[in-house]
């Protein structure tokens, strides 16, 4: 019984997202990444070492990942293209391309790493499903 109640729900979650959109839909595959992948876990060994909260603002050694999301998250922007637009970073960071330009002036560019593209997609969409702490000190 339980199991027929999240199916419906989750139908509903989809119709109801389809009733927000243009009428003109755009497959559906271009908004959900699919990933088998656990963006959570991965973030917390890959990125926090830099992108973690910290104790303090004066100690962190990056913009925490909330303060990222918030930059790279624009109005309207569907999963697929916040994750390419932090995939595209990833891959190859510079000044140029930087929009945190604040944030290269404090800790100078993000250090080039290798990282595994379905691993950094799987990140992202984590990122952009979930509400990313907010550091202790904010406020
Ligand atoms: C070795 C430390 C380090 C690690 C590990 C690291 N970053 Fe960064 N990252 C930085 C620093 C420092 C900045 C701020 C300077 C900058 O923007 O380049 C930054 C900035 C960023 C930005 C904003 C870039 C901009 O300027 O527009 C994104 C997006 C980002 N990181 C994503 C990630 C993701 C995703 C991971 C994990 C896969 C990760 N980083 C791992 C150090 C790191």
């Not at 070492?49 to 309207?76: F, Q």
């Not at 000044?95 to 990140?123: L, T, W, Y």
């Amino acid at each position: 019984m339980k199991k027929h109640i999240g199916l419906g729900l989750f139908a509903l979650g989809v119709l109801s997202a389809c009733n927000n959109s243009t009428p003109v839909e755009e497959p559906e595959a271009t908004q959900i990444v699919e990933t088998e992948l656990d963006g959570e876990l991965l973030m917390k060994n890959n990125c926090l070492t830099c992108h973690g909260n910290g104790d303090s603002h004066e100690t962190i050694l990056a913009p925490p990942m909330r303060g990222v999301k918030m930059h790279y998250l624009e109005d309207d922007m569907t999963e697929a293209e916040f994750v390419s637009s932090v995939v595209n970073w990833v891959k190859n960071p510079n000044e140029e391309n930087s929009k945190m330009p604040g944030a290269i002036k404090r800790f100078k560019v993000m250090p080039k790493q290798n990282f595994n593209e379905e691993e950094v997609k799987a990140i992202a969409a984590y990122m952009y499903r979930n509400n990313l702490p907010k550091p202790e000190w904010l406020d």
